[in-house]
């Protein structure tokens, strides 16, 4: 698996630095952009995962810890591949890039100057929020936060495999509590920021709440997959039975079900609202080939996983629950698709084969990464009190 990533890293970062030099900068940072988004919610989904473990305990979460740990453990890294997005909202600096202007349209100065040809009041009203410093200053505590809780929790985690000791637990489920407040909050000013203000004049309350959704769901299509690669390691068979990863297929088919009342219910309110202000990112993505996607992600997305993950034995068996959980995260790349690349393609027609480099070298690192860090301790936290119901077969 490392060996996968790094091949993957190493291919898609390699065609992203050839489009930058043949097609542009300006589609270089807008297809990292893309990608960053992406892989972001693998990163963010196995942090709120993780934390989300703590709080409840039960059998199902002790036994994917691990992977959630190593997948959370990366976020220092992707703070540190945040910067070029940062590089190309400065005014100062995306000019030295060789952008014609800042990724995002409020942080170009001309925009935001009263009595410039290119003024918008609408957006002018929203500074010094949509700012490019406050936006930097912003994206730090973002990821300060999320890698000291990655951290904090690894590290006591590891401390409860050499102590055993059960104050240990309390302290990550304290912390977990806490954490995960701080975590849907951050999580959602984050997705304002990176993504929905593409569109400055747009504004969606539930899209914070549905990159949430979309992380956890594509972070639950992964550890399907993960357990498909650790089932037959020792320690797995001597301890695990099948009833967490039934558990697991559980709330892939209830993150499913959320994903598609998250993405509906938006649609509905805005639709039924009928503000000009909000309607043209709807209207955006019915034109230029983008509505094509829409009944692609009603089927793949919702109608064919949820059928076929509502049959018990199938969600008990891991080589039929590979494939779905592939199909998951392929739909995932197409529902990103969605959500960001209208803002900067009218057609779909437009959309480069860069934006999909990115996605590529971008995912290939945090696997790459991912499968170092579950490989420095143990795959199970065998001294966690949790580790019980493995063995009774029960959960909490």
Known sequence: MQTIGIGAAVIGIALLLVGYFIVGADLFFRSYLFGFYFTMGLALGSLGFLMLQHLTGGAWGVTVRRMLEAGALVMPVMGLLFIPIILATLPSTSGAIGMSHPLYEWANPAVVTPGSPEFDPGIYHKVPWMSPMFFTVRSVIYFVLWSGLAFMLRSWSVTQDRKGNEAVAGRMRMLSGIGLALFVISITFASFDWTMSLDPHWFSSMYGVQYMVSSGL???????????????????????????????????????????????????????????????????????????????MMLFQFFLPFFLLLSRRRKQNVATMAPIAALIILMRVVDISWIVLPAFHENIA???????????????????????????????????????????????
């Open 218 to 296: 594509i972070m639950l299509a992964f550890l399907v997959l993960m357990f498909s690669q650790v089932q037959d390691i020792e320690t797995f068979k001597a301890h695990v039975t099948i009833k967490p990863f039934h558990d697991i297929s559980k709330l892939l088919l209830g993150f499913t079900v959320l994903w598609t009342y998250v993405t509906y219910m938006q649609y509905n309110i805005i639709w039924s609202g009928d503000v000009a202000e909000f309607t043209p990112w709807y209207v955006v993505r019915t034109h230029g080939g983008w509505l094509t996607l829409v009944p692609i």
């Open 350 to 396: 437009q959309v480069s084969w860069m934006h999909y480099a990115a996605l590529v070298g971008l995912t290939g690192i945090w696997l790459a990464i991912f499968a170092w860090n579950i490989q420095r301790v143990s795959i199970l936290p065998l001294n966690d009190p949790n580790m019980e119901w493995l063995h009774v077969g029960g959960d909490h």
